[in-house]
Each structure stands twice: as structure tokens, then as C-alpha cells.
């Protein structure tokens, strides 16, 4: 009973989100024309890295139309591609490990999520940003990286060195 209850659990906790913040929505655009229910798009959405300010993400995920899409029980597809930019100044909030989980976001019903974590290039002082998505049983190669090199924001303030934050 124990092992059922833990297991309920660990599916649980991989459902809920990284952040309690929310994608912005930029634009979407529509890839697959369907009569008489919605259509098949493309939509790219932004989200600020909770654990470094002055990083934004930009992913772009298809989005199902159909009857199952209209309803919400659509699996959607593993292509996602990734872009992360410094936006402002950069501050690194707390110690990381290498693949700390930035976002997740459920992508079915209840089995797939899509994942961005974060990692530390030390040597050139670079963030790196991966997307990826995985399923209970089995996972996808198909991923999205980006990199971010933490570079001086203005006229002040030290650069800081992201092999600093990392633990482990």
C-alpha cells in the first residue's frame, strides 16, 4: 500500500510546474486549416527563469485543433524549439544543480511533460538552456538547446560567474 501511495505521489509531483508562473503567450499561428473545429497552430510563448534574473525564455510548441484539441485531451507532439536570452542584468538567485528544472508543463492528459532545465558551461561562463519532452514510460529525443553567456548589463555591477551557483 505504501509503494501505491508513493508512486501516486512521485506521478503527482511530476505534474505540477517547476514555477508557479505562468508562459506569456506571444502569437500563434495557424498551420493546419480544419472546417468546423479549431485549427492546428504553432503558438510561442515567453518565461522569465525563476532562478537568474535577467534570462528569458522563448519556445514555440504545435498546439492539436480537432475535436480532441477543442476538448483538451489531445497529446500534443514533442517538437519544441527553444531560445533563451539575457534581457537585463544578470542575477543568479540560489545555487543550482547541472539540469535544474526551470519549467515543466503537462503535454497529455497525464502521461507527457515537457521540461526546460538549466545547466552551467563554467569554463565559459555561459547558462545553458535545454527542452525536452518525456513520457512516464518512455522519453523523446527530440529537444531544443540554447545558450545565454552571462555577459555585463550597463554602466555598473559585477558579472557574475555561474560556476559559482552550481552544486554537485
Do not use: H
Amino acid at each position: 500500500m505504501k509503494r501505491i501511495a508513493a508512486a501516486a505521489l512521485a506521478v503527482f509531483a511530476a505534474l505540477m510546474p517547476a514555477a508557479a508562473q505562468e508562459p506569456e503567450l506571444i502569437f500563434r499561428k495557424s498551420t493546419v486549416w480544419k472546417m468546423l473545429t479549431p485549427d492546428d497552430k504553432l503558438a510561442t510563448y515567453t518565461i522569465e527563469d525563476p532562478g537568474v534574473q535577467g534570462v528569458a525564455c522563448y519556445y514555440t510548441v504545435p498546439e492539436r485543433g480537432g475535436v480532441k484539441g477543442m476538448i483538451g485531451v489531445a497529446e500534443e507532439v514533442s517538437d519544441v524549439s527553444l531560445a533563451c536570452r539575457q534581457v537585463g542584468p544578470i542575477v543568479i538567485k540560489e545555487k543550482f544543480e547541472q539540469g535544474a528544472v526551470v519549467f515543466r508543463q503537462s503535454r497529455s492528459l497525464i502521461f507527457k511533460k515537457m521540461q526546460i532545465v538549466r545547466g552551467c558551461d563554467a569554463r565559459n561562463n555561459v547558462l545553458v538552456y535545454l527542452v525536452y519532452s518525456d513520457r512516464l514510460i518512455e522519453g523523446s529525443p527530440k529537444n531544443s538547446t540554447s545558450a545565454v553567456p552571462i555577459m555585463p548589463w550597463g554602466a555598473g555591477g559585477a558579472t557574475p560567474r555561474c560556476g559559482e551557483f552550481v552544486t554537485g
